[in-house]
């Protein structure tokens, strides 16, 4: 088999599309070959900034193959036809006619003859670059060609000679045997006949063609950052790079010769909060923060793409100067800020535009405070299931952060630095003398409910989350098909989440009234949507029944708990008690039973029984058996126990019964000639159903 290799040199590819762009161009040439018959292996394929590379070996030849090409029905138009034969070059009487599902085809066997594979690399190569898609193209110079950034060499070469991919129509370019190296460090022509003898080539080009390798570098060169500033470490403490899969994965697409330097940052700087550090950093300059122990460390780490003869001097200097300027510009925010109370930035909220239906963010922060009120005397009155641990004075702390909340959006830093929403806000709450709960909330109501601190900040992410599907659906801006423009349905689960994992068992559909009756006294609020509690209530619970479904609950029993109506937590934990036990033999056998009864019942309502018609033993033992059934759940309701543990107990004391229900159906025929008993045995399954449907409804829709 021989080396084929090719190499497209591009312009700075952007670092987000590269491992998705030379995916894409290795599948599309690999299809290639299997389309055309080529036999290949040994498949490699490398992307750097300015680089899509693949490699393989091939076969030199594709061997004789035949292959059949269904064409058009035999009645179909004769232009249709010709068309058909011309584009395979065979005459209509080299072809065979066969029936498919009724109706005659026209069929072509085409013979291909042996021939080179090199005869066929060019073509394909030129398809592959002509169809590579991209999220974004342009076009430059006068060409229509367009591509991600400009094409400005292609390497191709199979068996050590060059493949001729012939673009001169669209961008004035052709292949050729060689490519370019590192464009500071050694722009010059490199030579190459296959993928080893490239990639050690380039490498001496000062490019490290393999992003995985410079992934590595990077990686090594972290991992020892403490050797190369001992000198002007303050301490003995080693520091950690504090490196993010998704950074780490952009500065590898940023660099073709990765070169690892350390920075500092002025001690000045570091008084500010470490969020702001970091996000300049990270963010704005794609540098690593580094660590000491948990504390953030005055040093940074960033990867420049050559060496230089002062060993990076000038490089650092030149990076630390960029960061300082940013940390200066902060510093001056954060200072300027501290200066104005965060309350004070309510009257600035009343700029900042929410919806123009929905007012502004100060108008939507009143309602959150009132969403908040509702959700705490939820969860604050008394329940049996699921008590939240709550103080006497957290109804003040909860309605306190929400009415701060979003003040630190009219802050300077926060508008230069739009990620530190909340960060920011908690910040200057507690520099301002607010407590570390209020704080907390403030922090956290932008975070995944797995993160949340306290039941406070999940209360209070529940009311902004409630708030906006309800004032959202108001206007007509629900969810449709799968365009949810505002994260609807990812908010819906977040409050089915919250209430699951700190078990409130709230009346949610109360709460969303009041939310939309709060919503109705806003003036800039007309033309709503009467219907709207309705419907966030259905959409909710849509969303649980998806939630169930991806914990495993089967659908029968998700269909069976939603169709009778009751809040979020015991919806769920029924749904998971009754999954569980109709997954066990013995409740498969009693969902049989309670359906055959239900068949032989077939509609009649009657539940009289008269127990002097009892002729056999099977009779007597089950209705005494029903009169226990309605005995026992009578004394469960007395006992006043949490609604879940009663639904538990029901179902149990209901499996007790399935041998005297079988022992029932075994030997007693309900369908007696005799039309007296044979009433007072359907009377008697009726009555049965009658206990089971008014006790444990959810059952009875199966």
């Given at each position: 088999?021989?080396?084929?290799l090719?190499?497209?040199?591009?312009e700075?590819?952007?670092?987000?599309?590269?491992?998705?762009a030379?995916?894409?161009?290795?599948?599309?040439?690999?299809?290639?070959?299997?389309?055309?018959k080529?036999?290949?292996?040994n498949?490699?394929?490398y992307?750097?900034?300015?680089?899509?590379?693949?490699?393989?070996?091939?076969?030199?030849?594709?061997?004789?193959?035949?292959?059949?090409?269904?064409?058009?029905?035999?009645s179909?138009?004769?232009?249709?036809?010709?068309k058909?034969?011309k584009?395979?070059?065979?005459?209509?009487?080299?072809?065979?006619?066969?029936?498919?599902?009724?109706?005659t085809?026209?069929?072509?066997?085409?013979?291909?003859?042996?021939?080179?594979?090199?005869?066929?690399?060019?073509?394909?190569?030129?398809?592959a670059?002509?169809?590579l898609?991209?999220?974004?193209?342009m076009?430059w110079?006068?060409?229509?060609?367009?591509?991600?950034?400009p094409?400005?060499?292609?390497?191709?070469?199979?068996?050590?000679?060059?493949i001729?991919?012939?673009?001169?129509?669209?961008?004035?370019?052709?292949?050729?045997?060689y490519?370019?190296?590192?464009?500071?460090?050694a722009?010059?022509?490199?030579?190459?006949?296959?993928?080893?003898?490239?990639?050690?080539n380039?490498?001496d080009?000062f490019?490290?063609?393999?992003?995985?390798?410079?992934?590595?570098?990077?990686?090594?060169?972290?991992?020892d950052?403490n050797?190369?500033?001992e000198?002007?470490?303050?301490n003995?403490e080693?520091i950690?790079?504090?490196?993010?899969?998704d950074?780490?994965?952009?500065?590898?697409?940023?660099?073709?010769?990765?070169?690892?330097?350390t920075?500092?940052?002025?001690?000045?700087?570091?008084?500010?909060?470490?969020?702001?550090?970091?996000?300049?950093?990270?963010?704005?300059?794609?540098?690593?923060?580094?660590?000491?122990?948990?504390?953030l460390?005055?040093?940074?780490?960033?990867?420049?793409?050559n060496?230089?003869?002062?060993?990076?001097?000038?490089?650092?200097a030149?990076?630390?100067?960029?960061?300082?300027?940013r940390?200066?510009?902060?510093?001056?925010?954060f200072?300027?800020?501290?200066?104005?109370?965060?309350?004070?930035?309510?009257?600035?909220l009343?700029k900042?535009?929410?919806?123009?239906?929905?007012?502004?963010?100060?108008?939507?922060?009143?309602?959150?405070?009132?969403?908040?009120?509702?959700?705490y005397?939820e969860?604050?009155?008394?329940?049996t299931?699921?008590?939240?641990?709550l103080?006497?004075?957290?109804?003040?702390?909860?309605?306190?952060?929400?009415?701060?909340?979003k003040?630190?959006?009219?802050?300077?830093?926060?508008?230069e630095?739009?990620?530190?929403?909340?960060?920011?806000g908690?910040?200057?709450?507690?520099?301002q003398g607010?407590?570390e709960?209020v704080?907390?909330i403030?922090?956290?109501?932008?975070?995944?409910?797995?993160?949340?601190y306290?039941?406070l900040?999940?209360?209070?992410?529940?009311?902004d989350?409630?708030?906006?599907?309800?004032?959202l659906f108001?206007?007509?801006k629900?969810?449709?098909?799968?365009?949810?423009?505002?994260?609807?349905?990812?908010?819906?689960?977040?409050?089915?989440?919250i209430?699951?994992?700190?078990?409130?068992n709230?009346?949610?559909?109360?709460?969303?009234?009041?939310?939309?009756?709060?919503?109705k006294?806003?003036?800039?609020?007309?033309?709503?949507?009467?219907?709207?509690v309705?419907?966030?209530?259905?959409?909710i619970l849509d969303?649980?029944r998806?939630?169930?479904?991806?914990?495993?609950i089967?659908?029968?029993?998700?269909?069976?708990?939603?169709a009778v109506?009751?809040?979020?937590?015991?919806?769920?934990?029924?749904?998971?008690?009754?999954?569980?036990?109709?997954k066990?033999?013995?409740?498969?056998?009693?969902?049989?039973?309670?359906?055959?009864?239900?068949?032989?019942?077939?509609?009649?309502?009657?539940?009289?029984?008269?127990?002097?018609?009892?002729?056999?033993?099977?009779e007597?033992?089950?209705?005494?058996?029903?009169?226990?059934?309605?005995?026992?759940?009578?004394?469960?309701?007395?006992d006043?126990?949490?609604v879940?543990?009663?639904?538990?107990?029901?179902?149990?004391?209901?499996?007790?019964?399935?041998?005297?229900i079988?022992?029932?159906?075994?030997?007693?025929?309900?369908?007696?000639?005799?039309?007296t008993?044979?009433?007072?045995?359907?009377?008697?399954?009726?009555?049965?159903?009658?206990?089971?449907?008014n006790?444990?409804?959810?059952?009875?829709?199966?």
């Amino acid at each position: 088999m021989s080396n084929f290799l090719v190499e497209l040199l591009i312009e700075e590819i952007p670092a987000r599309f590269q491992l998705t762009a030379i995916k894409n161009f290795s599948d599309i040439i690999v299809n290639e070959f299997e389309k055309n018959k080529i036999c290949y292996e040994n498949i490699k394929s490398y992307v750097t900034p300015r680089r899509l590379v693949f490699s393989a070996k091939l076969h030199d030849t594709i061997a004789e193959f035949s292959e059949e090409k269904k064409g058009p029905q035999i009645s179909a138009p004769s232009e249709v036809i010709e068309k058909f034969l011309k584009s395979i070059g065979i005459s209509r009487e080299a072809c065979v006619e066969r029936i498919v599902n009724n109706k005659t085809f026209i069929f072509a066997n085409i013979k291909h003859e042996k021939r080179n594979v090199a005869d066929s690399l060019g073509e394909i190569v030129k398809t592959a670059i002509l169809s590579l898609p991209w999220p974004k193209s342009m076009h430059w110079g006068e060409h229509s060609f367009s591509f991600v950034r400009p094409l400005r060499n292609i390497m191709c070469v199979f068996n050590g000679k060059v493949i001729d991919v012939d673009m001169r129509a669209e961008i004035n370019l052709r292949s050729v045997d060689y490519t370019f190296g590192h464009r500071f460090m050694a722009n010059r022509k490199v030579f190459a006949k296959d993928i080893n003898e490239y990639l050690k080539n380039m490498k001496d080009a000062f490019v490290i063609a393999d992003q995985n390798e410079r992934r590595q570098i990077i990686l090594d060169k972290c991992a020892d950052i403490n050797e190369e500033i001992e000198k002007s470490k303050t301490n003995s403490e080693k520091i950690n790079v504090l490196i993010t899969e998704d950074l780490l994965e952009e500065v590898v697409g940023l660099v073709e010769y990765p070169v690892v330097i350390t920075g500092k940052i002025s001690e000045k700087f570091m008084r500010l909060p470490e969020e702001v550090i970091i996000t300049t950093m990270r963010t704005h300059q794609r540098y690593f923060p580094t660590m000491i122990g948990r504390k953030l460390a005055p040093y940074f780490v960033f990867v420049a793409n050559n060496i230089t003869d002062d060993n990076g001097k000038a490089i650092r200097a030149g990076n630390e100067r960029v960061l300082s300027a940013r940390l200066a510009d902060a510093l001056f925010f954060f200072e300027n800020d501290l200066t104005i109370p965060l309350e004070r930035h309510l009257d600035d909220l009343k700029k900042i535009a929410f919806n123009e239906k929905l007012g502004t963010i100060y108008d939507r922060t009143l309602r959150i405070v009132d969403v908040c009120g509702y959700l705490y005397n939820e969860v604050s009155r008394e329940n049996t299931c699921g008590q939240l641990m709550l103080s006497k004075n957290s109804g003040e702390i909860l309605k306190r952060a929400a009415l701060l909340a979003k003040c630190d959006l009219a802050t300077n830093l926060v508008c230069e630095f739009t990620e530190l929403q909340g960060i920011m806000g908690a910040h200057y709450a507690r520099c301002q003398g607010e407590s570390e709960e209020v704080c907390y909330i403030i922090r956290d109501q932008y975070k995944p409910i797995d993160e949340l601190y306290s039941p406070l900040c999940a209360l209070y992410s529940m009311a902004d989350k409630i708030d906006v599907i309800v004032g959202l659906f108001a206007i007509g801006k629900m969810p449709t098909g799968s365009k949810d423009p505002f994260a609807l349905r990812r908010a819906a689960i977040g409050i089915i989440k919250i209430i699951m994992k700190y078990e409130m068992n709230i009346d949610l559909y109360s709460v969303l009234q009041k939310t939309f009756e709060r919503l109705k006294q806003d003036t800039k609020t007309a033309d709503l949507d009467p219907c709207t509690v309705g419907n966030v209530m259905a959409f909710i619970l849509d969303r649980l029944r998806v939630v169930l479904k991806d914990s495993g609950i089967d659908h029968d029993v998700i269909n069976a708990v939603l169709a009778v109506p009751q809040d979020i937590q015991s919806m769920q934990k029924k749904a998971k008690i009754l999954d569980s036990i109709l997954k066990s033999e013995l409740g498969k056998q009693i969902i049989s039973i309670y359906k055959r009864a239900r068949n032989i019942v077939n509609g009649n309502s009657g539940t009289f029984v008269d127990d002097t018609l009892f002729s056999q033993e099977e009779e007597k033992k089950f209705f005494a058996e029903i009169k226990k059934l309605e005995e026992d759940f009578r004394k469960l309701k007395n006992d006043n126990l949490c609604v879940i543990d009663e639904f538990e107990l029901k179902l149990t004391r209901c499996l007790q019964m399935e041998n005297t229900i079988s022992e029932f159906f075994t030997n007693v025929l309900v369908n007696t000639d005799d039309a007296t008993i044979k009433v007072n045995r359907i009377g008697l399954l009726a009555k049965f159903l009658s206990v089971i449907n008014n006790e444990l409804p959810e059952i009875s829709r199966f």
